[in-house]
């Protein structure tokens, strides 16, 4: 018979599995935030399905109290969800600002020649197909 923290974790599990896949699904999550988001939902499963794992793992690594094992591992999931925020945010505003530049070239180049009379070619270049 199941306990009530198998059942809290198996329910948990359960509903946040399908609130994943509906947000992949509407392409709200990308498919590697949601295969991490997966990973933790069946650790939290299997943790909930087995409670004395994170007890035993914590004493294999030598933690003196091995309920901490599971705040210690929150915690580094949590800092290395963090820093791939952060580098996934750097690279977008990277991106961001040299499309402002090229833009602020393109929009330069098209205001000089209209100042000068030339024709604009509206027409996309062949290397930007």
């Known amino acids: 018979m199941m306990n009530s923290a198998q ?3 198996a329910i948990f599990s359960v509903v ?3 609130v994943l896949l509906v947000l992949l699904r509407r392409d709200h999550l990308y498919i590697r ?3 991490f988001w997966l990973a933790i939902t069946l650790v939290v499963l299997a943790t909930g399905w087995v409670p004395g794992l994170m007890d035993r793992i914590g004493g294999l690594l030598g933690i003196s109290y091995p309920p901490m094992f599971f705040a210690f591992a929150a915690i580094l999931i949590l800092l290395i969800k963090g820093l791939e925020a952060d580098l996934t945010m750097t690279r977008m505003e990277r991106q961001i600002r040299r499309l402002s530049q090229r833009l602020a070239m393109l929009d330069g180049t098209i205001t000089a020649k209209l100042d000068t009379g030339e ?3 509206r027409s996309v270049p ?3 197909q």
Request: aromatic share 6%; hydrophobic share 55%; charged share 15%.
């Open 7 to 9: 059942v809290t974790a």
């Open 16 to 18: 946040f599995a399908a």
């Open 119 to 121: 024709p604009v070619n």
């Open 33 to 35: 935030q949601v295969a």
């Open 126 to 128: 062949e290397h930007e």
